[in-house]
């Protein structure tokens, strides 16, 4: 009677287990593009890479303004008057001396322009090692963006191969399963048959479920890989194709 009710029990598990067999037996996994492609986007949209750029770009400018510090000692004074009530004395040198010139208001416009340079002695002594200075930045922003392009192709290039060789074990877990999945099917038919042990069908189905629970978490592993890669890249890997 227990043997009839375990017969019974394997069979109602066998069957409600085997539309989701087939149904997974054949697996769509996401491909990766080429590491060229990969590292070529890396390259160009970095964001670590693009800010360190900007600061070279930044240390570049400073260059040109400790070029042009010079100016700051330099100073222009502009001015522009007008008046309506400027009064002017018309000498009238035929009239004589008893006698008043005449006195006239005119409009009054008057303009004015003034240079001043202050240059001390360590602006003159300074300046040339101010713009050494900046240009030893510019050089270190710019070798330190070529080492942070390396670094980032380096760890993407470690990050695609995890992930290239979980797709390649993914890929012979998926065929695994599938042909565990095919002698489970046999095995179970041989069983209803008479033809096969129960505890031979127990073997072979628990090959299977290990052979399933294997699949399940080499497919975790791709995909946590896969999305990590995106993640670092900032870009959808099917754009990348």
Request: aromatic letters at 10%; hydrophobic letters at 40%; one cysteine or more.
């Given at each position: 009677?227990?043997?009839?009710?375990?017969?019974?029990?394997?069979?109602?598990?066998?069957?409600?287990?085997?539309?989701?067999?087939?149904?997974?037996?054949?697996?769509?996994?996401?491909?990766?593009?080429?590491?060229?492609?990969?590292?070529?986007?890396?390259?160009?949209?970095?964001?670590?890479?693009?800010?360190?750029?900007?600061?070279?770009?930044?240390?570049?400018?400073?260059?040109?303004?400790?070029?042009?510090?010079?100016?700051?000692?330099?100073?222009?004074?502009?001015?522009?008057?007008?008046?309506?009530?400027?009064?002017?004395?018309?000498?009238?040198?035929?009239?004589?001396?008893?006698?008043?010139?005449?006195?006239?208001?005119?409009?009054?416009?008057?303009?004015?322009?003034?240079?001043t340079v202050r240059l001390s002695l360590y602006d003159m002594v300074a300046r040339k090692d101010l713009i050494k200075q900046a240009q030893y930045r510019q050089v270190a922003a710019e070798q330190h963006s070529k080492f942070l392009s390396q670094d980032v192709k380096f760890r993407i290039t470690d990050l695609y191969k995890d992930a290239q060789l979980a797709y390649k074990l993914l890929s012979i877990k998926a065929e695994k399963k599938y042909a565990l999945f095919l002698q489970k099917e046999?095995?179970?038919?041989?069983?209803?048959?008479?033809?096969?042990?129960?505890?031979?069908?127990?073997?072979?189905?628990?090959?299977?479920?290990?052979?399933?629970?294997?699949?399940?978490?080499?497919?975790?592993?791709?995909?946590?890989?896969?999305?990590?890669?995106?993640?670092?890249?900032?870009?959808?890997?099917?754009?990348?194709?």
């Amino acid at each position: 009677m227990n043997k009839c009710i375990l017969v019974l029990l394997f069979i109602l598990v066998n069957i409600s287990s085997k539309a989701q067999l087939k149904k997974e037996s054949k697996i769509v996994v996401k491909e990766l593009p080429s590491l060229e492609k990969v590292l070529d986007y890396s390259e160009q949209n970095s964001h670590l890479v693009k800010e360190q750029n900007a600061l070279a770009e930044h240390f570049g400018q400073s260059v040109k303004v400790a070029q042009k510090l010079w100016m700051d000692k330099v100073f222009m004074d502009l001015g522009a008057q007008r008046s309506n009530n400027g009064a002017v004395l018309n000498v009238n040198n035929n009239i004589s001396n008893s006698e008043f010139n005449s006195l006239s208001f005119q409009a009054m416009n008057s303009f004015r322009v003034g240079i001043t340079v202050r240059l001390s002695l360590y602006d003159m002594v300074a300046r040339k090692d101010l713009i050494k200075q900046a240009q030893y930045r510019q050089v270190a922003a710019e070798q330190h963006s070529k080492f942070l392009s390396q670094d980032v192709k380096f760890r993407i290039t470690d990050l695609y191969k995890d992930a290239q060789l979980a797709y390649k074990l993914l890929s012979i877990k998926a065929e695994k399963k599938y042909a565990l999945f095919l002698q489970k099917e046999m095995a179970e038919k041989e069983f209803q048959q008479g033809q096969l042990h129960i505890s031979e069908l127990g073997r072979i189905t628990e090959l299977a479920s290990n052979a399933f629970a294997e699949f399940e978490q080499a497919s975790t592993t791709y995909e946590k890989l896969y999305y990590q890669l995106e993640i670092m890249l900032g870009v959808s890997l099917k754009d990348l194709k």
